[in-house]
């Protein structure tokens, strides 16, 4: 079966820290990988997406993610929180046939 | 500007009372999807659909109906029958699989919170 799983429910860094956000993901085909992002009682915007074009990809806000085949991993990166960063982050597996497969989301909290 | 709209944002409901959410979206998406969120359950989907006229069952349909009449609208209705009613549900939309190479991502709407009283 194809799954993701978000390790850390939430977490916690200092504004100007490096921000880490864990995916494990289990696929039986080559995966699409995605990252969302969702600020209180909005929508789901796309931080990037995994297309096998290569193997760490840039999205937008200066978060990155790097997907390791032999880890079944796409964790996403930022190199310094900002306050704004603040937000649930989920990941998303494509399983064909146009349907996702969320996480259960990890909410980061930037402390001044 | 294209995109997704969903109304209302907030929506109270006394139970056994069948109330229907919309969602359009502008995109010239052929497939559109609904979601519920619970807090630390992430997204689980209720319906898809890939084609005008056309929907699929998601992981929890039940107590739930959707319509598929324009390609622009994909309205949900939470009938008495869903037992846990409230939620955040979303509504999403994307380009056919086909045209994405897979990697197809898909493109959310505001939400709409439902309340049963």
């Known amino acids: 079966a194809q799954s993701v799983t978000q390790l850390g429910s939430h977490v916690s860094v200092s504004e100007g820290a490096l921000v880490l956000l864990r995916c494990n993901y289990s696929s039986s085909v080559p995966p699409y990988l995605f990252w969302y992002v969702q600020y209180p009682n909005q929508g789901l915007q796309l931080l990037l997406k995994?297309?096998?074009?290569?193997?760490l990809v840039k999205g937008i806000n200066g978060f990155e993610a790097e997907f390791k085949k032999s880890e079944t991993s796409f964790h996403l990166t930022k190199p310094s929180a900002h306050m704004s960063d603040a937000a649930e982050y989920f990941c998303?597996?494509?399983?064909?046939?146009?349907?996702?497969?969320f996480g259960t989301g990890t909410r980061l909290l930037v402390s001044p | 500007d294209g995109g997704i709209t969903q109304s209302p944002k907030y929506l109270f409901r006394k139970e056994g009372q069948n109330v229907t959410l919309s969602c359009e979206q502008n995109?010239?998406?052929?497939?559109m999807y609904w979601y519920r969120q619970d807090p630390g359950q992430g997204l689980r989907l209720i319906y898809y659909?890939?084609?005008?006229?056309?929907?699929q069952k998601g992981d929890i349909a039940e107590g739930y109906s959707v319509s598929r009449e324009k390609k622009e609208s994909f309205p949900l209705t939470v009938t008495s029958a869903q037992k846990n009613p409230t939620a955040f549900y979303l509504c999403?939309?994307?380009?056919?699989?086909?045209?994405?190479?897979?990697?197809?991502?898909?493109?959310f709407g505001p939400g709409t919170r439902l309340t049963v009283l």
């Open positions: 659909s890939q084609i005008v006229n056309d929907f």
């Open positions: 999403a939309s994307s380009i056919p699989a086909g045209l994405a190479g897979g990697h197809n991502e898909q493109f």
């Open positions: 998303a597996l494509n399983t064909g046939f146009q349907k996702l497969v």
């Open positions: 995109l010239n998406h052929d497939a």
């Open positions: 995994y297309t096998s074009a290569a193997t």
